[in-house]
Nanobody, 113 residues
Framework: QVQFVESGGGLVQPGGSLRLSCTPS???????VAWYRQAPGKQHELVAR??????VYADSVKGRFDISRDNAKNSVDLRMNNLKPEDTAVYYC?????????WGQGTQVTVSS
């Protein structure tokens, strides 16, 4: 069973930027790794995934977030720009489709003035 380690979260002001990184515990097809987030009291929400040589995004983050892979680091990164308070959540990575792996600890992103 693969596990993931997420990092890069923090406290930022609205309009700020963060870059998150996701590292699988073993070799994996990085193009099948996606980013999710979970706000308090809500389910995991698919934020970004690779698709057909490009990527697709949740409507709420389209144009602001960018998912990419770094083969040298064995990581899948999520660049987040123009952050909004509603982006506040714990961000996770996992398989882009069922069956899902176990959820890791995630990394907290808090957007507040």
């Amino acid at each position: 069973q693969v596990q993931f380690v997420e990092s890069g979260g923090g406290l930022v002001q609205p309009g700020g930027s963060l870059r998150l990184s996701c590292t699988p515990s073993r070799s994996l097809n990085l193009l099948e790794v996606a980013w999710y987030r979970q706000a308090p009291g809500k389910q995991h929400e698919l934020v970004a995934r690779f698709s057909g040589g490009s990527a697709v995004y949740a409507d709420s983050v389209k144009g602001r977030f960018d998912i990419s892979r770094d083969n040298a680091k064995n990581s899948v990164d999520l660049r987040m720009n123009n952050l909004k308070p509603e982006d506040t959540a714990v961000y996770y990575c996992n398989a882009d489709r069922p069956p899902m792996f176990y959820w890791g600890q995630g990394t907290q992103v808090t957007v507040s003035s």
